[in-house]
């Protein structure tokens, strides 16, 4: 419980009340004093109060006006000398296949061979017997661009399916066992040349171990089935880790759990039992014919809208990932013998008739995009989707978009884009060097332009993308602020910064998750900002963002998390 501190208790009760004429004062259930509060509202980003009453904010300016909001039942929270903000909103992340994730081992810190070798052996003693494995986080950059080999994982594990994903989620690594169990021989065809296919050995054309994109995911369906009760267990145990870190909505930007229909019932039983502690706004992937989706999409609205979930836009898949070489570039591979610059995942014909199909029923697209051809083809289909249905307004979202050409800076703004980005990959990590052999260290030290894309007037976003990363796998908010800020990894001050003149300040990054996420998602009108009026999702931090070490950011505790009014996260120390 909160406790009232008397000498406000008695500074606040001498306040003259000052409040407009058009707001009458009415009892607060809390009110926040004391600090410095952020409001990521451009017309008044800072106050030194603030009420809630309800799911609402009541009021937001000077502690001279709060008298008439205070009442033997209100609850002061003293901010000190933390900051107030609104709830963190991330654009685009995973949770059920996060969360479904986020047990064990974590692979994604195994960043040198010794360390990989040590955690496939803690995975191997955790896990005793024959069970198949499943697991994610291995490190791109760990391997030459064939990726793993199944022998490496028979020399841990022996005769064994084992099946583990990459960090970034685009590639998976099998075991020869696993190989052999779901059929995949050197006659088995790849599922999309040049996009989905096994790495294979170029005389007998084996699979050598690593599949790119889709290849192997029917292999990984067969051995691992999963089931929908894990997947909400699992999502239950993460969420109020969620809450710790400050997250108030998301966007999930592929729900499966392990289908897309068990994701949406799940969080649907939750929502309806007050049991979610955050906001979903889902997707629904683009995996048939547009016109089959767009029905699906506005069946899910119809049925599984709430409190706290809302589908919200239809997943797209542009290209791939660098890492597998199926980003789709607008110059050649730098490491391939032949001119290579990757391959969409369908032609720019397709892509406009499906975009053109959702904009004509105003619904929103969301397409993963990385290289700067994919970016460009997204660009491009939207703007004609736009022309020919004449929808303005519908929302469009680009993720990611590692690769951006300058020619391209300028359209999002003008075509009502919302840019989205997985800023921790913006530092000089081991994937960095690792991508840049593939792509052109020119091409990698250029990625992620948000400052100038952001100073042509995008609305520019930051999410997770959890688990997958290029490197460093997150889905705490703070740690994405930190690198938008500092342009490296959280904590690491001394590591040279990558494209420092594309960095933000820190009121930039907080803008970008906080409203430009709720722009993104169609919720301006009642989040992302701390006004009267909007929801009370707020975060009270522990220390003062805008005076402290750029580099302890990402360090920063998280006191209190509010979401409609409700604590659903308090410190002990609060």
Known sequence: ???????????????????????????????????????????????????????????????????????????????????????????????????????????????????????????????????????????????????????????????????????????TWFSSKALRDGGVTSATPDPEPGVSFFERDPFTNEPLGTGREAAGSDTLATLIPGDSSAYRDRLIQWLPRASAAGLTSVYDAWSAAPTELDS????????????????????????????????????????????????????????GVPEGHTAFLLTPYVDKTEEDFGHPMMSEEDLTQQITTYFSRDIPVHLHAIGGAAVRMSLDAI????????????????????????DDIERFSILNVTPQTSIQWAARDPSYFNIGSFVGMDKVEAAYPVRSLIEAGANQTFGADWPASAYLSTFKPLQLIEAAVTRRLPGESSMPQRNPEESLSIAEAIVAMTRNTAIQVGESDRLGTLEAGKQADIVLLDQDLFSVESHTIGSTSVRMTMVAGEIVYQSEDL
């Open 1 to 171: 419980m909160f406790i009232f501190k008397r000498v406000w208790v008695v500074a606040l009760a001498f306040m003259v009340s000052a409040c407009s004429e058009s707001q009458v004062p009415v009892p607060a259930d809390y009110v926040f004093v004391n600090g410095k509060i952020f409001t990521s509202n451009s017309a008044e980003p800072y106050a030194e109060a603030l009420a809630v009453g309800g799911a609402e904010i009541l009021y937001v300016g000077s502690e001279d006006r709060l008298s008439g909001f205070i009442d033997n039942t209100t609850q002061i929270i003293d901010i000190a000398g933390g900051l107030a903000i609104p709830g963190f909103m991330d654009s685009h992340t995973h949770i059920f296949m996060g969360s479904y994730t986020d047990v064990g081992v974590n692979l994604s810190l195994a960043d040198t061979p010794k360390k990989l070798e040590s955690a496939l052996e803690a995975i191997r003693d955790d896990n005793p017997g024959s069970a198949p494995i499943y697991a994610r986080g291995w490190q791109n950059h760990l391997f030459t661009a064939q990726g793993p080999l199944a022998e490496q994982l028979d020399e841990v594990f022996g005769d064994r399916v084992v099946i583990l994903q990459s960090v970034d989620g685009h590639s």
């Open 383 to 406: 703007e004609e989707a736009r022309r020919v249905t004449g929808n303005q307004t519908v929302r469009a979202t680009i993720a990611h978009m590692d690769f951006v050409s300058t």
């Open 264 to 319: 949406y019932e799940i969080l649907s039983a939750l929502d309806s039992a007050d049991a979610l502690p955050l906001r979903v706004f889902g997707s629904v992937r683009q995996l048939a014919s547009a016109e089959e989706i767009a029905d699906r999409f506005e069946l899910f609205q119809t049925r599984y809208s709430g409190k706290f979930v809302r589908p919200e836009a239809v997943k797209i898949g542009v290209d």
